[in-house]
């Protein structure tokens, strides 16, 4: 007897939940998930693991993370989804042409530049992915060619939609070639009949040959030009540009892990290094004293104050610098810090903010990572260099990939 589609995805995806001890919890009966819940799997690359039970993937990002993490500290477990799919709010399509010149869009093929036609993933929004079809549809009903990175010729180069999980507003980026967009307001009215839901349009110029998808140039067309979420209780603004969280399930438990670890009584002063718009610092403004944030990149600063507005959030300041000259300067001045907040790219911390952290001898280090290996080589560093680590705990941001997140508590051993 055949079951319906909604009763076997939820028995391919079964839920499963992971204790602090780290045992793994079925709370469903459980299947193998194959390839061929997505027809293009092996041609796209990124679901690496679609074809492996979700219980047995977060097995295996655990086991993995334990081993890296072993010679400094326990690992608590790793922190799983309940349910597993459609779960990025940032969705980007590429856009160009087939053989009969008709508009496809869809994703490049692993390390190529060749486009793998999607029309719906397990992992993507569903609305951003119907508003991409949307897009499609209606191009040659107003003239536009998509863009051809060979001859150069055509308009649309990509999409980005991106979704607010709580606020259920949604923002559309066309990135287009040329500042010129035909038809821009019938486009638009075209757009918006059918999908009503849409609550921003912006138009983003990148006429660069480059693998950069977004250009510097944007113009609104339609709304305000960003969107709004909530977050752990706080509510933030992201732009095209905006560094936000894909999966604003998991961040909420990753940044509550992190709030857990940093044990704030609300007299210490906190510095929020690599901040981007300032997410974790706002969280744990209402906990500290004074938090102060840094960042490289001038748009997340602006972004991140921002949001410190929004949230009415009066005792953080942010400032435009690298994160460990920064620190240093602190120290330069006598100024003390209790706790530092990191959440680095992938390739981990720079050796000069590690060594101002040990200079600075703050009593905690929350380290929130998006790379295990880096994050084992900057614990070790701490180690050598007045830190224990005490405990980490892994959360699956990225499930049906072989990538995770792990938080560490770090704190700082007391001379005798």
């Excluded at 990025?88 to 160009?96: D, L, P």
């Excluded at 305000?224 to 706080?234: A, H, Q, S, W």
């Excluded at 909420?252 to 992190?258: F, N, P």
Aim: proline share 4%; charged share 25%; aromatic share 6%.
């Amino acid at each position: 007897m055949k079951q319906s589609k909604e009763k076997r995805e939820k028995n391919i995806y079964a839920p499963n939940r992971v204790n602090t001890n780290g045992h793994t919890e079925k709370t469903t009966a459980g299947g193998g998930a194959g390839n061929s819940l997505c027809p293009v799997a092996k041609r796209c690359g990124g679901c690496q693991w679609i074809g492996m039970d979700y219980q047995q993937q977060l097995k295996e990002k655990e086991k993995q993370v334990r081993k890296l993490l072993a010679p400094y500290c326990r690992l608590e477990g790793i922190l799983g989804m309940e349910r597993p799919l459609y779960y990025r709010n940032k969705v980007h399509a590429v856009f160009g042409e087939d053989k009969k010149h008709q508009p496809v869009s869809g994703i490049y093929a692993e390390r190529t530049h060749r486009i793998v036609p999607v029309d719906s993933c397990r992992i993507e929004n569903q609305e951003a992915d119907a508003v991409i079809v949307s897009i499609r549809e209606l191009l040659p009903s107003f003239k536009i060619r998509p863009y051809n990175e060979d001859t150069g010729y055509g308009l649309l180069r990509h999409v980005l939609v991106r979704t607010g999980q709580t606020s259920g507003q949604i923002m559309v980026v066309l990135v287009l070639a040329s500042s010129i967009l035909p038809s821009k307001n019938n486009f638009v009215k075209a757009l918006l009949k059918r999908h009503p839901e849409i609550t921003t349009i912006v138009v983003n110029v990148n006429n660069r040959s480059t693998s950069m998808v977004l250009g510097d140039r944007e113009q609104v067309i339609y709304g305000r030009g960003y969107i709004e979420d909530t977050l752990c209780g706080r509510t933030f603004r992201i732009s095209p540009r905006s560094f936000y969280q894909v999966n604003p399930v998991q961040t909420e438990v990753l940044y509550t892990k992190a709030m857990e670890y940093a044990a704030l009584t609300g007299q210490e002063t906190v510095v929020d290094a690599y901040c981007g718009t300032g997410t974790i610092g706002i969280i744990a403004s209402d906990r500290a004293r004074q938090v102060i944030g840094v960042e490289l990149n001038a748009d997340a600063v602006r972004d991140a104050r921002n949001n410190a507005r929004i949230n009415q959030v009066r005792n953080i300041q942010f400032y435009q610098n690298d994160a460990g000259r920064f620190l240093l300067e602190m120290e330069a001045q006598g100024a003390q810090v209790d706790v530092v907040l990191l959440d680095p790219p992938r390739s981990g911390s720079s050796g000069e903010f590690l060594s101002a952290v040990a200079h600075m001898a703050p009593e905690r280090v929350v380290y929130v990572s998006c790379n295990p290996q880096t994050l084992a080589r900057d614990v070790k560093y701490m180690a050598e260099n007045g830190y224990r680590a005490e405990r980490a705990v892994a959360v699956d941001m990225f499930p049906f990939t072989g990538h995770c997140e792990v938080v560490c508590l770090l704190t700082r051993i007391k001379s005798r």
